[in-house]
Protein backbone atom coordinates (compact mmCIF):
# COMPACT_ATOMS: atom_id res chain seq x y z
CA UNK A 1 0.00 0.00 0.00
CA UNK A 2 1.39 3.52 -1.10
CA UNK A 3 1.65 6.10 1.83
CA UNK A 4 0.92 3.17 4.39
CA UNK A 5 2.34 5.66 7.16
CA UNK A 6 0.64 8.90 7.07
CA UNK A 7 -2.62 6.87 5.97
CA UNK A 8 -2.54 4.97 9.15
CA UNK A 9 -1.83 7.72 11.18
CA UNK A 10 -4.46 9.26 9.82
CA UNK A 11 -7.51 6.52 10.34
CA UNK A 12 -5.56 6.42 14.39
CA UNK A 13 -7.31 9.93 14.93
CA UNK A 14 -10.15 9.98 13.32
CA UNK A 15 -10.81 6.61 15.48
CA UNK A 16 -9.67 8.70 18.86
CA UNK A 17 -11.30 11.87 17.73
CA UNK A 18 -14.92 9.20 16.73
CA UNK A 19 -13.93 7.54 20.18
CA UNK A 20 -13.80 10.88 22.42
CA UNK A 21 -17.18 12.24 20.55
CA UNK A 22 -15.48 15.12 18.86
CA UNK A 23 -16.84 13.33 15.76
CA UNK A 24 -20.61 11.49 14.87
CA UNK A 25 -21.40 9.76 11.63
CA UNK A 26 -18.94 10.71 8.82
CA UNK A 27 -18.58 14.20 9.63
CA UNK A 28 -15.48 15.61 10.55
CA UNK A 29 -12.24 14.86 8.54
CA UNK A 30 -8.57 14.96 8.81
CA UNK A 31 -5.65 15.20 6.89
CA UNK A 32 -1.73 14.79 6.84
CA UNK A 33 1.22 15.24 4.17
CA UNK A 34 3.48 12.95 4.71
CA UNK A 35 7.48 13.87 5.62
CA UNK A 36 9.23 13.42 2.01
CA UNK A 37 6.56 14.09 -1.00
CA UNK A 38 4.11 16.89 -1.47
CA UNK A 39 0.97 14.46 -0.92
CA UNK A 40 -1.93 14.65 1.92
CA UNK A 41 -3.66 11.71 3.37
CA UNK A 42 -7.34 12.72 3.82
CA UNK A 43 -10.31 11.16 5.26
CA UNK A 44 -12.69 9.86 2.42
CA UNK A 45 -16.02 11.56 2.18
CA UNK A 46 -19.29 9.95 3.29
CA UNK A 47 -17.55 6.78 4.51
CA UNK A 48 -18.51 5.37 7.96
CA UNK A 49 -15.10 5.93 10.36
CA UNK A 50 -15.57 2.63 12.66
CA UNK A 51 -15.63 0.14 9.57
CA UNK A 52 -12.82 2.36 7.41
CA UNK A 53 -9.63 0.34 6.94
CA UNK A 54 -6.19 2.47 6.12
CA UNK A 55 -6.29 1.96 2.56
CA UNK A 56 -9.50 3.64 2.36
CA UNK A 57 -7.54 7.26 3.06
CA UNK A 58 -7.46 9.45 -0.07
CA UNK A 59 -4.30 10.54 -1.31
CA UNK A 60 -4.23 14.11 -2.68
CA UNK A 61 -1.95 16.44 -3.71
CA UNK A 62 -0.99 19.95 -2.30
CA UNK A 63 -3.95 21.55 -4.20
CA UNK A 64 -6.22 18.53 -3.38
CA UNK A 65 -6.58 16.74 -6.49
CA UNK A 66 -7.48 12.94 -5.89
CA UNK A 67 -4.18 10.85 -6.48
CA UNK A 68 -4.95 7.53 -5.00
CA UNK A 69 -7.68 5.60 -2.57
CA UNK A 70 -10.57 3.80 -3.48
CA UNK A 71 -13.00 6.92 -2.48
CA UNK A 72 -12.93 10.36 -2.95
CA UNK A 73 -11.40 12.98 -0.73
CA UNK A 74 -13.19 14.84 2.11
CA UNK A 75 -15.24 17.90 0.29
CA UNK A 76 -13.33 19.76 2.57
CA UNK A 77 -9.84 19.12 0.72
CA UNK A 78 -9.74 22.57 -0.13
CA UNK A 79 -9.34 24.18 3.43
CA UNK A 80 -7.03 21.50 4.98
CA UNK A 81 -4.91 21.50 1.71
CA UNK A 82 -5.25 25.43 1.70
CA UNK A 83 -3.54 25.70 5.60
CA UNK A 84 -0.79 22.86 4.60
CA UNK A 85 -0.14 25.14 1.24
CA UNK A 86 0.12 28.11 3.19
CA UNK A 87 2.00 27.23 6.71
CA UNK A 88 5.27 25.51 6.27
CA UNK A 89 5.27 24.70 9.72
CA UNK A 90 1.75 22.72 9.94
CA UNK A 91 1.79 19.13 8.57
CA UNK A 92 -1.79 18.20 10.20
CA UNK A 93 -4.89 19.60 10.14
CA UNK A 94 -8.31 18.64 11.84
CA UNK A 95 -12.05 19.60 11.72
CA UNK A 96 -14.65 18.30 13.67
CA UNK A 97 -18.33 19.71 14.98
CA UNK A 98 -17.44 19.44 18.30
CA UNK A 99 -20.76 20.36 19.91
CA UNK A 100 -19.48 23.02 22.39
CA UNK A 101 -16.81 24.09 19.83
CA UNK A 102 -20.14 24.47 17.95
CA UNK A 103 -22.08 26.31 20.08
CA UNK A 104 -19.66 28.88 21.27
CA UNK A 105 -18.94 29.46 17.13
CA UNK A 106 -22.36 31.01 17.35
CA UNK A 107 -21.53 33.86 18.52
CA UNK A 108 -18.75 36.71 17.57
CA UNK A 109 -15.99 36.37 20.29
CA UNK A 110 -12.54 34.80 20.22
CA UNK A 111 -12.80 31.78 23.06
CA UNK A 112 -10.71 32.69 25.77
CA UNK A 113 -8.13 30.03 27.89
CA UNK A 114 -9.79 29.09 31.83
CA UNK A 115 -7.06 26.73 32.63
CA UNK A 116 -3.02 26.93 31.81
CA UNK A 117 -2.57 23.65 29.21
CA UNK A 118 -5.28 25.94 27.14
CA UNK A 119 -3.50 28.75 26.68
CA UNK A 120 -1.08 27.03 24.17
CA UNK A 121 -3.70 27.08 21.50
CA UNK A 122 -5.27 30.60 21.64
CA UNK A 123 -6.43 33.07 20.47
CA UNK A 124 -9.54 31.20 18.96
CA UNK A 125 -10.99 33.46 16.50
CA UNK A 126 -14.34 32.85 14.59
CA UNK A 127 -14.85 32.44 11.32
CA UNK A 128 -17.90 34.10 9.76
CA UNK A 129 -20.44 31.46 7.94
CA UNK A 130 -18.87 30.41 4.76
CA UNK A 131 -20.19 27.56 2.39
CA UNK A 132 -18.12 24.03 3.25
CA UNK A 133 -16.02 22.76 0.60
CA UNK A 134 -15.79 25.82 -1.16
CA UNK A 135 -12.48 27.64 -1.88
CA UNK A 136 -14.00 31.38 -0.16
CA UNK A 137 -14.10 29.03 3.11
CA UNK A 138 -9.89 27.54 2.64
CA UNK A 139 -9.13 31.07 1.83
CA UNK A 140 -10.54 33.23 4.73
CA UNK A 141 -9.43 29.72 7.49
CA UNK A 142 -6.31 30.94 6.36
CA UNK A 143 -6.62 34.18 6.99
CA UNK A 144 -8.32 34.01 10.09
CA UNK A 145 -5.95 31.36 11.57
CA UNK A 146 -2.92 33.48 10.68
CA UNK A 147 0.07 31.68 12.39
CA UNK A 148 -2.21 30.25 14.94
CA UNK A 149 -3.62 26.66 15.81
CA UNK A 150 -7.53 26.43 15.97
CA UNK A 151 -10.63 28.84 14.88
CA UNK A 152 -13.80 28.78 15.32
CA UNK A 153 -16.16 28.09 12.15
CA UNK A 154 -19.60 29.84 12.72
CA UNK A 155 -22.87 27.76 12.53
CA UNK A 156 -20.09 24.51 11.22
CA UNK A 157 -17.58 23.43 14.27
CA UNK A 158 -13.68 24.31 14.42
CA UNK A 159 -10.71 23.43 12.39
CA UNK A 160 -7.13 23.13 14.26
CA UNK A 161 -3.09 22.31 13.17
CA UNK A 162 -0.15 21.14 14.08
CA UNK A 163 3.08 20.34 13.19
CA UNK A 164 2.60 16.61 13.44
CA UNK A 165 -0.90 14.71 13.89
CA UNK A 166 -0.20 15.02 18.15
CA UNK A 167 0.07 18.23 17.95
CA UNK A 168 -3.34 18.76 15.64
CA UNK A 169 -5.04 16.66 17.88
CA UNK A 170 -3.96 18.17 21.03
CA UNK A 171 -5.31 21.40 19.63
CA UNK A 172 -8.53 19.87 18.78
CA UNK A 173 -9.25 18.41 22.16
CA UNK A 174 -8.15 21.45 24.43
CA UNK A 175 -10.58 23.68 22.02
CA UNK A 176 -12.87 21.76 22.79
CA UNK A 177 -12.70 21.46 26.42
CA UNK A 178 -12.29 25.24 26.14
CA UNK A 179 -15.48 25.82 24.32
CA UNK A 180 -16.86 23.74 27.21
CA UNK A 181 -15.61 25.13 30.14
CA UNK A 182 -16.71 28.67 29.27
CA UNK A 183 -20.22 27.89 28.16
CA UNK A 184 -20.62 26.35 31.22
CA UNK A 185 -18.98 28.94 33.48
CA UNK A 186 -20.76 31.40 31.31
CA UNK A 187 -24.03 29.92 31.94
CA UNK A 188 -23.51 29.72 35.90
CA UNK A 189 -21.82 33.34 35.69
CA UNK A 190 -18.68 32.53 37.12
CA UNK A 191 -16.56 32.74 33.73
CA UNK A 192 -13.17 33.85 34.45
CA UNK A 193 -10.36 33.29 31.90
CA UNK A 194 -6.99 33.06 32.39
CA UNK A 195 -5.29 36.90 33.00
CA UNK A 196 -3.77 37.67 30.05
CA UNK A 197 0.03 38.00 31.14
CA UNK A 198 -0.65 34.27 33.32
CA UNK A 199 -1.00 33.14 28.96
CA UNK A 200 1.77 34.74 27.66
CA UNK A 201 3.96 33.10 30.52
CA UNK A 202 2.61 29.95 29.95
CA UNK A 203 3.13 29.98 26.33
CA UNK A 204 6.71 30.75 26.59
CA UNK A 205 7.01 27.93 29.33
CA UNK A 206 5.48 25.76 26.36
CA UNK A 207 7.41 26.59 24.00
CA UNK A 208 10.77 26.10 25.84
CA UNK A 209 8.94 22.71 27.01
CA UNK A 210 9.24 23.34 30.55
CA UNK A 211 5.89 23.42 30.74
CA UNK A 212 4.44 20.78 33.56
Not at 2 to 20: F, G, H, M, P, T
Amino acid sequence: MKYEKIRKQVLEAILEAVDSGLIKGTSGNIALKDDEEDVIAITPSGIAYKTMKAEDIAIVDMNGKWLDGPYKPSSEAPMHTAVIRARKDVKATVHTHGMFATIMAMGDEELQPTTPPQSEFVPVKVVPFTMPGSKDLAQIVVDTLGDGRAVLLKNHGMFCCGKDIKAAMAATVYTEEMATTAYYAKLLGTFNPMPEEAILKMKELIAADQAV
